[in-house]
């Protein structure tokens, strides 16, 4: 017999920790399972922890999803109705330092995950994919309706390969998954690899903030309330299938099988450099810029179409740059004692 709780993988993570937050505030329990690896500061993780723990209704696990046999004890013994998988090795660049942390956690984990649901009753799977799966695509804005078949790192090739695997369940097992292309997430309790929170970090210890592209990168930065909106909408709409999908002509974001890719993104691009500039003016300080060509791996620009998701839930994300480098401002102030 299910019960309601909700299962959230990478619970002390960035999107983990504030989607199991909301869940938390809306009543629901949730069980949040995290490795608590050392990819960045633990401490961090450790402080959101501390505040998913004082909550009512959350319980916690220290749980690595490539080990087989204690993610089948966990599905077993709870028999979630909803999963929410965001556990993952994240990140571009440190995929080309250690790709095998990658398959680990990204298939290895995955699998186990499809097989938890798939034995236990889970009613629908959501899962973390990424924007990077649009690789070396350069029609913008990037669109579910695009094939997506040229990552150009190993991070977005596992990304793709969990949409993929997502799919062969949904398809032989009639397991209702939906993937979520997170477009550059940022927001307080940000994690320290990505963007916004090195650029605070070296414009208050005035150091060089590094500008690849030379400052001409844009990304579809989505601030985390507008995210944990988007993903809480979804988790009681289930995908059933599309009955107009045609094999003739196959709609990359959709199937016969109740199976659904969404883009999770701002739908607005900002460059790099305006973005150094709003956080310039929330801290007082001028950042000092050292320009920079691109990286392997790495794109010029995402953008995010969002109709589907803005059809399906009536929702779209919409917090302006400023609101949100504003709040993260004041967060990172506050934790970090400036």
Not at 95 to 113: K, Q, R
Not at 176 to 195: K, Q
Not at 247 to 271: F, K, L, M, Q
Not at 291 to 318: C, H, K, N, S, W
């Amino acid at each position: 017999m299910a019960d309601d709780t909700v299962l959230v993988t990478g619970a002390a993570g960035f999107i983990g920790f504030h989607v199991a937050q909301h869940l938390l505030n809306e009543g629901r329990r949730v069980v949040g399972i995290d490795n608590l690896n050392n990819y960045y500061d633990p401490r961090l993780k450790e402080a959101r922890l501390e505040l998913l723990k004082a909550q009512p209704g959350f319980s916690f696990l220290k749980l690595d999803l490539a080990d087989r046999a204690a993610v089948k004890a966990l599905f077993a013994q709870h028999r979630f109705p909803a999963v929410i998988h965001l556990a993952a090795q994240a990140g571009v660049r440190y995929s080309l330092e250690n790709p095998h942390a990658y398959v680990d956690a990204n298939l290895e984990g995955f699998i186990n995950i499809l097989e938890g649901c798939r034995h236990h009753g889970c009613e629908h799977l959501l899962f973390a994919s990424s924007s990077s799966v649009y690789g070396a695509n350069t029609k913008l804005p990037f669109s579910v309706k695009d094939n997506v078949d040229h990552p150009i790192s190993l991070y977005a090739a596992t990304k793709k390969a969990n949409e993929l695997m997502a799919h062969s369940y949904s398809h032989l097992y009639r397991l209702p998954t939906t993937g979520l292309r997170f477009f550059t997430v940022y927001g307080p309790w940000g994690r320290p690899d990505m963007a916004m929170f090195i650029f605070a970090k070296a414009i208050l210890a005035g150091q060089p903030v590094k500008l690849f592209n030379h400052g001409r990168m844009r990304r579809d930065f989505t601030y985390v309330d507008d995210v944990v909106q988007a993903v809480v909408r979804l988790v009681g709409r289930p995908p059933k299938g599309n009955p107009d999908w045609e094999g003739n002509r196959p709609d990359p974001a959709t199937s016969r099988a109740p199976w659904v890719v969404y883009n999770i993104g701002n739908n607005h691009p900002e460059e790099l450099t305006h973005v150094i500039s709003v956080l310039e003016q929330e801290f007082g300080r001028t950042a000092l810029k050292e320009m920079l060509p691109m990286q392997p791996g790495d794109v010029e620009a995402t953008y995010a179409d969002v109709a589907d998701l803005e059809r399906d839930i009536g929702f779209r994300p919409a917090t302006p740059i400023e609101e949100g480098i504003a709040r993260f401002a004041k967060w990172y102030r506050d934790y970090h004692r400036i």
